[in-house]
């Protein structure tokens, strides 16, 4: 069985490398951490690669909106004629994934290979504005798994996961864009209230995002970007109320869990690439 070989960008801001890093390997991946300015450049080949993924932090500070510096530059950097955004539209061909977490959500709705990869010069039709609370968001909040065609989520129909950003909130150009988005199924995720259903409004919401959404998907369901970080829910220690869960547990005479929800995730994904090898 060929191995599995996963590519997490730093640089430039970004701040949870090592974490997706880890992730990916206890999913079972190889993995590697390289600068952007490599991967740009063309001193790291993608082709060697089978799982792309842009992690979570501040990329350039933020200072042109979430994410929105960093699509330029990949964007409008060229090797031999062929621009980054060309390449990972390629990559995407090949039936290789690309996830991006929180501002590597917003990298690739800037980039517009959310909610398309289908042509290489596709129009940014999303955007991730300014919370509705004005206010930087962190803490964990709870999510519904919608059907769709995303490698990711096969099988889970819930996720608690933490939040931390201040540009969350998913906003389209047209009501049409929406629409189009929960018709073709790429809607992977909507915020929720503890019950499990949508959440319209804040806190369990934290953010304003049109019709709930927390995650999409691209037509093929191999590339994935959420606001969540499902890489700081990793194991069943990360979750807030891991005490109290243990003792119950233990009371019912349950067996405690090793992984959290985040995990899931990954483990999803690196098996999705491993049997499609």
């Given at each position: 069985m060929k191995p599995v070989r996963a590519l997490i960008i730093s640089g430039y801001g970004i701040n949870c490398e090592k974490e997706m890093a880890h992730a990916c390997k206890k999913a079972g991946a190889e993995t590697s951490i390289e600068h952007a300015n490599d991967l740009l450049s063309g001193r790291i080949e993608l082709s060697k690669y089978h799982l792309l993924a842009f992690p979570g932090g501040f990329s350039f500070a933020d200072e042109l909106g979430a994410g929105k510096a960093f699509a330029n530059r990949l964007s409008f950097s060229h090797r031999k004629g062929a621009s980054l955004k060309e390449r990972l539209h390629q990559f995407i061909s090949e039936g290789k994934c690309i996830i991006g977490i929180c501002n590597g959500f917003q990298l690739l709705v800037k980039l517009g290979l959310l909610p398309s990869f289908k042509e290489a010069d596709s129009k940014q039709e999303l955007s991730l504005a300014h919370n509705d609370s004005q206010k930087f968001e962190s803490r964990w909040?709870?999510?519904?798994?919608?059907?769709?065609?995303?490698?990711?989520?096969?099988g889970i129909d819930?996720?608690?996961?933490?939040?931390?950003?201040?540009?969350?909130?998913?906003?389209?150009?047209?009501?049409?864009v929406i629409d189009n988005l929960f018709n073709n199924k790429q809607v992977v995720l909507q915020y929720a209230d503890p019950n499990?259903?949508?959440?319209?409004?804040?806190?369990?919401?934290?953010?304003?995002?049109?019709?709930?959404?927390?995650?999409?998907?691209?037509?093929?369901?191999?590339?994935?970007?959420?606001?969540?970080?499902p890489e700081a829910a990793i194991y069943f220690t990360n979750h807030p109320h891991w005490h109290r869960l243990r003792e119950e547990a233990k009371r019912k005479s349950e067996a405690v869990p090793e992984e959290a929800d985040g995990y899931k995730i990954f483990n999803n994904g690196i098996q999705y690439l491993r049997e499609s090898l």
């Open positions: 909040v709870n999510h519904k798994v919608l059907g769709s065609p995303c490698v990711f989520t096969r819930k996720l608690y996961l933490p939040v931390r950003h201040a540009e969350g909130k998913l906003v389209a150009r047209h009501s049409e499990g259903n949508a959440a319209y409004t804040y806190p369990d919401n934290p953010n304003g995002s049109v019709k709930s959404i927390a995650g999409l998907c691209d037509e093929t369901g191999r590339v994935f970007g959420m606001m969540a970080h």
